[in-house]
């Protein structure tokens, strides 16, 4: 089945930069829209930004402007360059995609202290 697996979270300080990856497998990935979304302790998981297979994106209020989401198809993998992070943007990161069914990565840390 299609696997998606995200690397790149970490601890990070107010204003600083991450970059996550998230690899897919067993999917036509130049063909699927892909999408990250976070969940914060507490709260439901929202959606943060998406990629369609002709490359146009679009990002939830909160991220635009400082978030970029982009792929590689040669490599099967979605990115999300996170800029000018806020504590508020600590959460749990997850990529997303549909293939017949929804399919979710295991999810990276991302930690923003203030």
């Known amino acids: 089945q299609v696997q998606l697996v995200e690397s790149g979270g970490g601890l990070v300080q107010a204003g600083g930069s991450l970059r996550l990856s998230c690899a897919a497998s067993?999917?036509?990935?130049?063909?699927?829209?892909m999408a990250w979304y976070r969940q914060a302790p507490g709260k439901q998981r929202e959606f943060v930004a998406r990629?369609?297979?002709?490359?146009?994106?679009d990002y939830a209020d909160s991220v635009k402007g400082r978030f970029t989401i982009s792929r590689d198809n040669a490599k099967n993998t979605v990115y999300l360059q996170m800029n000018t992070l806020k504590p508020e943007d600590t959460a749990v990161y997850y990529c997303?995609?549909?293939?017949?069914?929804?399919?979710w990565g295991q999810g990276t840390q991302v930690t923003v202290s203030s």
């Open positions: 997303y995609t549909w293939n017949l069914t929804n399919v």
């Open positions: 067993r999917i036509i990935f130049s063909i699927s829209t």
């Open positions: 990629i369609f297979s002709a490359g146009s994106t």
